[in-house]
């Protein structure tokens, strides 16, 4: 079945620093992803659609400046936490459709980021 | 060997069929686990939230811990076309992610 990776799978900063979360469709080519993040005990909360070639999509609540989402290629999208603060630790997932004609959804395995 | 294995599907059934949605998990010290629905082009939602061995049941659903097997499933009764989703099945304190299971009931 399709694979989607995610890289770091976790990742310790420091507060003020960046970070950048890799997510790759490795058997397909996704023009569309979707980034998460999850709170403990909670659902998983739709963060942005990353599109490729275009500007990401953000839920309402997000900020774009924050979370800057750039889809480079068709297997590739790149979340990155700016500046980040103890308050940005949880974890982030993402996720990609196979096709466009399909409701399938298959889920990276998760970035754990603790800001310090 | 990942963290939580779920049978990858995809999944077609006819409308009313009981459906069994079905996960592995490697480590025996895991004991909150979640499922999640995910509608084509949305954001997942929060099924069900299990603790402990048994069964938890939610109107047509209900979800099954087997720790001696470490072994959860979600079962659907009488499923209906509105049941056809994305069904992720989750560790829920190290957030421990299936891949999902594409689920369409036909009418």
């Known amino acids: 079945g399709a694979v989607v990776s995610q890289h770091p799978s976790r990742v310790i900063c420091k507060s003020g620093t960046s970070v950048k979360i890799e997510c790759r469709s490795l058997d397909f080519q996704a023009t569309t992803m979707f980034w998460y993040r999850q709170f403990p005990k909670k659902s998983l909360m739709l963060m942005a659609t990353?599109?490729?070639?275009?500007?990401?999509?953000?839920e309402q609540g997000v900020e774009k400046d924050k979370f800057l989402i750039n889809h480079a290629s068709l297997t590739l999208s790149t979340l990155t936490v700016t500046s980040a603060h103890p308050e940005d630790s949880s974890f982030y997932i993402c996720?990609?459709?196979?096709?466009?004609?399909?409701?399938?959804?298959?889920f990276g395995p998760g970035t754990r980021l603790t800001v310090l | 060997q990942k963290e939580v294995e779920q049978d990858p599907g995809p999944l077609s059934v006819p409308e009313g069929a009981i459906v069994s949605l079905n996960c592995t998990y490697s480590n025996s010290a895991f004991q909150y686990f979640m499922w999640y629905r995910q509608y084509s082009r949305k954001g997942p939602e929060l099924l069900m939230y299990?603790?402990?061995?048994g069964n938890k049941e939610d109107g047509r659903f209900t979800a099954q811990v087997d720790k001696s097997s470490k072994y959860i499933s979600l079962f659907i009764r009488d499923s209906q076309p509105s049941d056809s989703a994305t069904y992720l099945c989750a560790e829920g304190n190290q957030f421990y992610f299936g891949t999902g299971t594409s689920l369409t009931v036909i009418p």
């Open positions: 299990t603790y402990s061995s």
């Open positions: 996720s990609a459709p196979p096709g466009l004609a399909t409701n399938e959804q298959f």
């Open positions: 990353s599109n490729e070639g275009s500007k990401a999509t953000y």
